[in-house]
């Protein structure tokens, strides 16, 4: 009778340990394209990404650079102080989104230039992303706009 115990207990934590292994390799395997690194514009100017590799780029709108070209196609430069990377965006862009003002892309950098495949802009006139203040406080750029 103890044995018959025993071996259940074993089947038990087997069953678990698989069903453990199987869930995790599930939830890796979906979220395998889902997570997006992000980087500053100085860290995509000294280390650019693979061409196939998507990420998360943010920094200020760099003033005098917004192009609206023919159609849907925007241009404009993303900095954060210690570099500045450009950005071909096709697309609507959110009401928000001007010069001057914090943003996020994700999108590829393909021949020297971020291919965005969306835009997002900041809500209000304090929110600005964790990511793009952090990097833009490395560059020295950043000023609290509450003191």
């Known amino acids: 009778m103890k044995g018959l115990k025993k071996q259940r207990r074993i089947q038990i934590v087997v069953v678990a340990a698989v069903a453990l292994a199987l869930s995790t390799a599930l939830i890796g395997y979906a979220m395998r394209d889902g997570i997006n690194f992000f980087r500053a514009p100085s860290q995509v100017a000294e280390e650019p990404p693979a061409a196939t590799e998507v990420f998360r780029l943010g920094g200020l709108v760099e003033e005098g650079t917004l192009v609206r070209g023919q159609g849907e196609t925007v241009t404009f430069s993303v900095t954060d102080g210690g570099a500045s990377i450009p950005v071909a965006f096709t697309g609507v862009l959110p009401d928000l989104f001007e010069e001057g003002q914090g943003m996020v892309g994700t999108g590829s950098y393909i021949n020297g230039v971020f291919q965005a495949s969306e835009i997002l802009a900041k809500h209000d006139e304090t929110y600005m992303p964790k990511e793009v203040m952090d990097a833009l406080k ?10």
């Open 138 to 147: 490395d560059q020295g750029v950043y000023q609290d706009p509450n003191g």
